[in-house]
């Protein structure tokens, strides 16, 4: 049986389940496939988790996607807009050229005609029954030429409306990446940017730290105090977080206490100074209380560190940076820890240990908090 973490660990250990489940099963670290784990381990989708459950070891993406678009969620829905949307363009692409090769035809053979019926309408046999044969023709090449204009106006309008569906679509993504609250990227845009960090080679070549928070206290606030002071203490948190990173970097929010940065070229030093700066940044916090009239509460933050050029691929990122979390937080402690290349190798025995079958996915426990 799976336990979630409670209180302010929840979320990173629900990650490390996401990243050992996705190791040991073979599931690329997919953005959409980051957010169906997500959805089934966090212990909100039973009914998601039987069905990842079914699939068994090593799932093919196009199940895995079957499956997110069965539960519809939002990463999968989007996915399958853009599909949609792909098709109609490249079946009006196809349409065009032959419109355009008609409109060229009958452009032709309208001149062709027009040369014909004035020399004909010179010529002693326009008194004759030919003559009206003549304006009849005239008349059902007028129609055609009609035609074709509304089905090229229609190709037009329908260009310019794929357009505006893109756009929209890509809006629609964009959202569906934004944590609501704080406006600030989320678990899918995380996934994201790690995924594209190595796919551009970016993570090997030059390095950028991954630093996993924790924001002490801050999960409590809303188990205390209720959720509109907590509210107001994460736009506070947001806000002070914000100051300390440059406009190139990264930071997500992903779970009630927790966010998430990306520090682009910088090596170990700086990556720590940057995580230093946040905290005092945090701690220089005063929380005002409900009942508290001249004091309020402060903030700490905990940290884990972990450098791309160390590890082989985004999950392998994401464990050593939780893992330093994970180890500078034990017995209650603070600090900031970075993962060290030591840590990095004792990550992997512990992986080649592991029995090579997947264990069986069962439904989550959330312990009480």
């Not at 799976?2 to 099963?25: H, Y």
């Not at 508290?292 to 905990?302: K, Q, Y």
Request: a positive charge; proline letters at 4%.
């Amino acid at each position: 049986m799976v336990e979630l973490e409670s209180g302010g660990s929840a979320a990173a250990g629900t990650m490390r389940k996401i990243c050992r489940v996705m190791m040991e099963r073979g599931i690329s670290a997919l953005p959409r496939n980051y957010e169906l784990l997500f959805e089934a381990l966090s212990g909100r989708r039973p009914d998601l988790l039987r069905d990842l459950a079914a699939l068994g070891s090593e799932p093919e993406q196009r199940l895995l996607d079957e499956l997110g678009l069965r539960h519809r969620l939002p990463g999968h829905l989007a996915l399958q807009l853009n599909r949609i949307h792909k098709l109609a363009h490249e079946s009006l692409v196809a349409l065009e050229q032959p419109v355009m090769d008609l409109g060229a035809v009958n452009a032709l053979m309208t001149t062709r005609l027009e040369d014909l019926w004035d020399r004909i309408a010179e010529a002693p046999l326009a008194a004759t029954d030919f003559a009206e044969e003549t304006r009849a023709l005239r008349e059902v090449v007028a129609q055609l030429r009609r035609k074709e204009k509304q089905i090229s106006a229609t190709v037009c309008e329908t260009r310019e409306t794929l357009k505006v569906a893109a756009r929209e679509i890509e809006e629609s993504r964009k959202s569906g990446n934004v944590d609501r609250s704080t406006g600030l990227g989320n678990r899918a845009a995380l996934a994201e940017r790690l995924e594209a960090l190595y796919a551009a080679r970016e993570a090997t070549e030059s390095s950028t730290a991954l630093v996993m928070i924790v924001v002490e206290k801050l999960h409590m606030l809303g188990e205390t105090y209720g959720p509109a002071v907590a509210e107001k203490a994460v736009k506070k948190v947001t806000a002070a977080l914000r100051k300390s990173v440059k406009r190139r970097d990264f930071t997500a929010r992903i779970g009630p206490d927790e966010f998430a940065f990306l520090f682009y070229e910088v090596d170990a030093q700086a990556a720590q100074t940057i995580t230093a700066r946040l905290r005092d940044q945090i701690q220089s916090l005063e929380i005002r209380l409900p009942d508290r009239d001249f004091s309020g509460l402060r903030l700490g933050l905990s940290a884990g560190i972990a450098l791309s050029s160390e590890a082989r691929d985004a999950t392998d990122l994401v464990d050593r940076a939780n893992l330093a979390l994970k180890a500078v937080r034990e017995g209650g402690r603070q600090g900031i820890l970075l993962c060290t290349p030591r840590m990095g190798a004792q990550l992997n025995t512990r992986r080649e240990k592991r029995p090579p079958a997947a264990p069986a996915l069962k439904t989550p426990r959330v312990s009480a908090a």
